[in-house]
């Protein structure tokens, strides 16, 4: 194909192929952040790491399906505008056209494994330590007044009456345990202040008293402060709280080798979440060669080069890639989780849609041949 020509088709399906991206990517990350993240995350500063956490795996995710079908839309105008005639005419085999497409697609598949092994892991912890945060209440202001909170598994339970700005409480009441010393502890102040540093949150309390009840059976004492602090396992400034685990969708290449989950007949779920993540990491990048391939196949072989072909074929073939994609995705996500032993059937699909997509092309490329021969004949 002549270098300008190559250019031409690259760029467009290049950018068609971003827009689309974008187009799948950002709706699916916001839906999925306005599910989980309430409003007042948005104040606590867990949006951004939210977006960390779930934009690269929807990328790598959706990346394939929108290479599909940008090439699927741009190879059906081009049939319908009668371009595969012209380029037919330029002595352009199949293969020949479909070159952009699959220089298109390479470059999808690089960024794509390099999302899912080395930018997604390192990232997509980030939404699930803000689901951590949240389901826990670790950042202060996800604190709603006249609402019991439980901290340090169930060794100390805040109230507060209301916010007066958006780190300072009315009317604060704790109750907390020390094994250390045996002893409850009943915490009142007027007003009570969160305070951020490296480390967590400090509680300022101030005008308030405290109330000592040993478990010993000993007498209870009481004092007054005008000022107290307390420490609090809370989201800092140092980043958000780290949790106790760490999935298989978060650890690099090389730690997820190291920590396959062995003998699977004895850790089955583990195993089986391991296998799937691998078969998401490993398997969908490479889609986007499998999709864009048969895209081209499709079209040309529904397709008319004189810009005849109904639309009803043309439509076909661009559903057919979001059918594909959604199915192996599905088989990916779902089937392995229930039987890693189903990873093969995954494998197998693509390596049908792979072969499927050549032939095509293939067998329009023969009878190209075929038609440049009888053309030569009968000059």
């Known amino acids: 194909m002549p270098r300008l020509l190559f250019l031409y088709f690259s760029k467009r399906l290049g950018l068609a192929s971003l827009m689309i991206a974008a187009g799948l990517c950002v709706p699916v990350a916001m839906s999925s952040l306005f599910h989980y993240l309430p409003a007042a995350a948005i104040r606590g500063g867990l949006l951004a790491p939210a977006l960390l956490g779930t934009f690269p795996t929807v990328v790598y995710i959706a990346l394939p399906a929108a290479v599909g079908l940008a090439v699927a839309l741009e190879f059906a105008r081009m049939s319908a505008d009668g371009m595969i005639a012209v380029l037919y005419s330029l002595r352009l ?5 479909s070159f952009p497409a699959a220089f298109v697609a390479m470059v999808a598949v690089a960024g794509g494994y390099w999302d899912s092994m080395i930018f997604a892991p390192a990232n ?22 006249a609402h019991f909170y439980s901290f340090d598994n169930g060794a100390r339970t805040i ?5 007066l700005s958006s780190d300072v409480a009315s009317g604060m009441f704790i109750h907390q345990f020390s094994s250390e010393k045996n002893e409850d502890q009943v915490i009142l102040a007027d007003r009570a202040e969160f305070r951020r540093n490296a480390q967590g949150v400090v509680l300022i309390l101030s005008k308030g008293s405290i109330e000592t009840i040993p478990n010993d059976g000993g007498a209870v004492r009481s004092a007054n402060f005008d000022e107290y602090a307390i420490p609090i396992g809370m989201q800092g400034t140092a980043g958000l709280p780290q949790r106790s685990w760490r999935g298989p969708f978060e650890l690099s290449l090389r730690e997820f080798f190291k920590r396959r989950p062995s003998p699977p007949w004895m850790y089955p779920g583990p195993y089986a979440e391991w296998m799937s993540e691998g078969t998401k990491r490993f398997a969908i990048p490479i889609l986007s060669l499998c999709h864009a391939l048969l895209a081209v196949g ?7 080069a004189a810009g005849r072909a109904p639309m009803r074929l043309l439509l076909t073939a661009v559903l057919a890639i979001p059918l594909a994609h959604i199915a192996i995705l599905v088989g990916a996500e779902t089937l392995v989780r229930k039987d890693p032993r189903l990873v093969w059937l995954v494998v197998a699909a693509i390596a049908t849609e792979l072969a499927a997509a050549v032939a095509l092309i293939s067998r329009q490329n023969a009878n190209f041949r075929l038609r440049g021969r009888t053309a030569v004949s009968n000059g």
Do not use: C
């Open 159 to 163: 109230y507060f009456r209301r916010w």
């Open 298 to 304: 499709l079209v040309l072989q529904f397709g008319s």
């Open 93 to 97: 085999s199949p293969w020949m056209i």
């Open 124 to 145: 997509t912890g980030k939404m699930h330590d803000v689901i951590y945060v949240i389901r826990n209440s670790l950042n202060h202001h996800l604190l709603e007044p």
